[in-house]
């Protein structure tokens, strides 16, 4: 909801801000402060951009636990997340939000089998701590996916941040423990 806001607010200024510089140059083009404003606008935009591409997650190198499918997994993960928070953030319309946290919650569960398909395979000892992590993560995430369901919108808000926050805590946290486990299985 706010960045709905946050859109229109810099809709409104930028309007404004062009309608003044029209008004500034009937003045003539020598007249400084069209040109200041222009300049003004600029870095507001810029800085808006900017401000819009550091909120999604962007996968690092140090997320990386050595194992080539598990990383695929984890920057697919990265993809939907993102794509469930443009989803709900730019209010897109229910079908695409709703697909977008199904998609998210429907590859987390495919992921975390593979992820634990794999620590078996490799004897990882502490695998039952492990998955009861995701176990939790799943119960969490289907009560969204109700709450959703049952006062729609509204329901998500703080959702996305939660999520970006609970993955990349896991992974440096929880999944980089059976790193040395693996350190040879690509
Ligand atoms: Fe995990």
Known sequence: MKKKFGTIALALIIGLTVVAIGLGFLFGPANPIPWV??????LVVFFYNRREVESQLVWKDEYSVGVEKVDDDHKQLITLLNRFQTA????TGEEFERTALNELINYTRYHF????????EHEYPDIEAHKAQHAAMIAEVEQFQKDYQARGHEALEGVATYLNEWLINHINGTDKLYVPYMADKR
């Open 37 to 42: 404003l222009m300049g003004g606008l600029a």
């Open 88 to 91: 709900y953030e730019y209010h």
């Open 113 to 120: 089998d593979r992820e634990e398909e794999l620590m078996k």
